[in-house]
């Protein structure tokens, strides 16, 4: 779960976390300063697109979420660990179905054989 850099209709951007990684990297481009090696850490996620927006506790609805599809541009990406605001509950929206009902993966790094169509966030 992080925040929305600019201003959105939804507050929040969520994901799930499919590697956690780090890299060694020195910079040597402008401005560089030494060749000193540091260590960058970063997630590789699978976003969530948010589909009914109703913001307020006056609305009583859970948010619901559905992954972005694959097909998309923007559908992973890689994540600043400092920019993850917290984990969140999410709970299967069971009566959708699955988004695969024979169980079968479409990507084995995205394991998504037993995602579900969509998914309401926990409060």
Known sequence: MLL???ESAHPFLYARV???FHVDVIYTGPGSKDYVARCLEFLWVHWFEVRDVLLGWEHTTLDSLRFVL?????A???VDLFNVLRG???IPAFASG????DSI???????DGADWKYYCVNR
């Open 4 to 6: 929305v850099p600019l």
């Open 18 to 20: 499919l590697g956690i």
């Open 70 to 74: 694959m097909t998309e541009k923007d």
């Open 76 to 78: 992973y990406g890689l």
């Open 88 to 90: 969140c509950h999410l």
């Open 98 to 101: 699955r988004m695969h009902p």
């Open 105 to 111: 993966s479409v990507s084995q790094n995205a394991r």
